[in-house]
Nanobody, 124 residues
C-alpha cells in the first residue's frame, strides 16, 4: 500500500504560480513512477505530468508544457508540481497517483494509488 496526501492548492490570479506537493508513505516510494492528474467540474480526469521512479524521465500533456514542472525527492518521499503562468483553464482538483511503471504514464487506469486531491482555482 502507498498512501498519498496532496497539499499546496489554493486560489491564485491568472499568471501566478503554485507549487503542489504530494507526500507518500507506506511501500517504497522510490520504486514507483508518479503522476499528477486534474479534474475540472463536468470533465474527465486527465493526466498533467508524470515522472519515473528515478526522476530521469518526465512527461507532460501539451497544454502545460513549458509552464509546469514535475519533480521528486525520494529522500523526502515527496513529488512536486511547480505550476507557473497559471490560466483560468487550469482550475481543477489536482491528484497525485502512483504507478509501478512509467511506460503507461498517460493511462489513468494503470495507476494503483491515489491521493484525495487538492483544489486549484485560477481567477481571471
Amino acid at each position: 500500500q502507498v498512501q498519498l496526501v496532496e497539499s499546496g492548492g489554493g486560489l491564485v490570479q491568472a499568471g501566478g504560480s503554485l507549487r503542489l506537493s504530494c507526500a507518500a508513505s507506506g511501500r517504497i516510494f522510490s520504486s514507483y513512477a508518479m503522476g499528477w492528474f486534474r479534474q475540472a467540474p463536468g470533465k474527465e480526469r486527465e493526466v498533467v505530468a508524470a515522472i519515473s521512479w528515478s526522476g530521469v524521465r518526465t512527461a507532460y500533456v501539451d497544454s502545460v508544457k513549458g509552464r509546469f514542472t514535475i519533480s521528486r525527492d525520494n529522500a523526502k518521499n515527496t513529488v512536486y508540481l511547480q505550476m507557473n503562468s497559471l490560466k483560468p483553464e487550469d482550475t481543477a482538483v489536482y491528484y497525485c497517483a502512483a504507478d509501478q511503471s512509467f511506460t503507461g504514464w498517460g493511462t489513468r487506469a494503470l495507476y494503483n494509488y491515489w491521493g484525495q486531491g487538492t483544489q486549484v482555482t485560477v481567477s481571471s
